[in-house]
């Protein structure tokens, strides 16, 4: 059964800093890697989406990035700020039978 | 810009009562999915449709049905509403194929009392 594993569940870091999210996958043969961003009691909001031929992509503060053969992708903050703070998910998209497997996310909250 | 929009952010409903939640996208996506999510658990796949009046089920599929008789919408159904089905309910759509992307709605808080 293919699995999405966030590690930790939650993360505290002072304002300013560069972070670093991981998510760790089962299954090697994975299409896409998605990382979404909710805040509470709201929807998920798609931050990068990560395509089989590609190893990283780019939104202005966020960079995140596919190891294929390790099994991990990690979604690096820059200059963390406030408004940063929220649950952040990664996701297997495509393929599979076009499910999406989620991992649990991580809770981030940025320290002023 | 995509959008994917359900009828309600927040209902409240009593005991046995018949709920229909309702998704609606407008990228004239194939696939939608219904989630639920509650704390400590994550996203839990209810239902998925990739196509029109076809389903199948996912995770947690006790409880519920669905119905998708138009490309762009995709309906919950709470045949009879149960206090353990209190919990954010969450709509996605994607394209079918290898390289998509999900989008999600704005999530439903759904209270049964």
Redesign the interface.
């Given at each position: 059964k293919q699995e999405v594993t966030q590690i930790p569940a939650a993360l505290s870091v002072p304002e300013g800093e560069n972070l670093v999210l991981n998510c760790s996958f089962t299954d090697s043969a994975i299409?896409?890697l998605?990382w979404?961003r909710q805040d509470p009691?709201?929807?998920?909001?798609?931050l990068l989406?990560i395509?089989?031929?590609q190893r990283e992509q780019t939104s202005g503060r966020l960079n995140a990035s596919l190891d294929k053969s390790s099994g991990r992708s990690t979604l690096y903050i820059a200059a963390s700020q406030p408004g940063d703070s929220a649950t952040y998910?990664c996701?297997q998209?495509?393929?599979l039978?076009?499910?999406?497997i989620?991992?649990?996310?991580t809770r981030l909250h940025i320290l002023p | 810009d995509v959008k994917v929009t359900?009828s309600s952010r927040y209902l409240v409903k009593r005991t046995g009562e018949k709920v229909f939640l309702e998704c609606v996208q407008d990228m004239d996506h194939e696939?939608m999915?219904w989630y639920r999510q509650d704390p400590?658990?994550?996203?839990r796949?209810i239902y998925?449709s990739?196509d029109v009046k076809m389903k199948?089920k996912?995770d947690i599929p006790e409880g519920y049905s669905v119905s998708r008789e138009k490309k762009e919408r995709f309906s919950l159904i709470l045949e009879s509403a149960s206090t353990n089905q209190t919990s954010?309910y969450?709509c996605?759509s994607?394209f079918?194929?290898?390289?998509?992307?999900?989008?999600?709605?704005?999530?439903t808080?759904l209270t049964v009392v």
């Amino acid at each position: 059964k293919q699995e999405v594993t966030q590690i930790p569940a939650a993360l505290s870091v002072p304002e300013g800093e560069n972070l670093v999210l991981n998510c760790s996958f089962t299954d090697s043969a994975i299409y896409n890697l998605q990382w979404f961003r909710q805040d509470p009691g709201k929807g998920l909001t798609s931050l990068l989406l990560i395509q089989s031929s590609q190893r990283e992509q780019t939104s202005g503060r966020l960079n995140a990035s596919l190891d294929k053969s390790s099994g991990r992708s990690t979604l690096y903050i820059a200059a963390s700020q406030p408004g940063d703070s929220a649950t952040y998910l990664c996701a297997q998209t495509g393929g599979l039978g076009d499910k999406i497997i989620f991992g649990k996310g991580t809770r981030l909250h940025i320290l002023p | 810009d995509v959008k994917v929009t359900q009828s309600s952010r927040y209902l409240v409903k009593r005991t046995g009562e018949k709920v229909f939640l309702e998704c609606v996208q407008d990228m004239d996506h194939e696939n939608m999915f219904w989630y639920r999510q509650d704390p400590g658990l994550g996203l839990r796949l209810i239902y998925f449709s990739y196509d029109v009046k076809m389903k199948e089920k996912g995770d947690i599929p006790e409880g519920y049905s669905v119905s998708r008789e138009k490309k762009e919408r995709f309906s919950l159904i709470l045949e009879s509403a149960s206090t353990n089905q209190t919990s954010m309910y969450l709509c996605a759509s994607s394209f079918r194929g290898l390289d998509t992307e999900a989008f999600f709605g704005q999530g439903t808080r759904l209270t049964v009392v």
